[in-house]
């Protein structure tokens, strides 16, 4: 399960893979196009896509902490073709998130998802990943917003 | 109920206020000193706090989307000291957040907040965020770990 880390050579597959994604789940998306002028721009700067072949991605976007003085690591997206599910891709691209963040000295990870997905919830549960504040405490919800 | 952009000048109040919040909830710490070395070191880049006098605080990081042209917003701290609780300073610190980020260009706004903390989760429905995706959909959970 080859996971290597994009170039800007990548753009039109990841521009790809992101608005088969939006498409898939009904949300409003940019086109491909559109989507890989982005991840064009976003590639120099806080943002790194990790990818396995053209089945699946993870973008992750890094800022440093309030908290420490390292970075912290925001896992944005993780898509895998639906065709190619329960093969191990997401767990492989989760992996490769984890490693590449530790090597880059990030010391958190955070994400957000929905309670209905839960062969992802299952992958980062499996992966350390806690929904809840400390070992057994509340939860912890995301809210968000339009501006 | 006055709330104005910090500068560097303020990181000591700021790094005073962070440390109050972390010791308040039992999270282990940096100290004032250090929160406010980073602090330092964060405002040149991509972190806005907003300040009510000495009496609470919001921290904003803003970082381009990937889904449009503009920036997002991630709502990273608010805190008002306990003592002046129910006096409005949250709601007028998270307005100000909001102002700030649609002055600044970003179409979109998210944080993490934690199930038993009800009066900043009625705070942020009042204030338009959802914790669902869309009006009626799944709920939105934090997954977070160490790396």
Same sequence: chains 1, 2.
Avoid: C, K
């Amino acid at each position: 399960m080859d996971v290597r880390r994009a170039t800007p050579d990548d753009a039109e597959l990841i521009g790809e893979l992101l608005h088969a994604f939006n498409t898939e789940f009904d949300e409003p998306t940019p086109s491909a196009t559109q989507m890989a002028a982005r991840v064009r721009e976003l590639l120099p700067l806080d943002t790194v896509v990790l990818l396995s072949g053209d089945l699946g991605l993870a973008v992750i976007r890094f800022q440093p902490s309030l908290w420490s003085r390292n970075d912290e690591a925001y896992l944005a997206e993780l898509y895998v073709r639906p065709e190619h599910r329960g093969a191990g891709i997401g767990r492989a691209l989760l992996t490769a998130v984890l490693d590449h963040a530790r090597g880059r000295g990030a010391d958190y990870i955070h994400l957000g998802t929905t309670e209905d997905d839960v062969a992802a919830r299952h992958l980062y549960e499996r992966m350390g990943f806690r929904r809840t504040e400390g070992d057994d405490g509340p939860l912890m919800f995301v809210y968000e917003r339009e501006l």
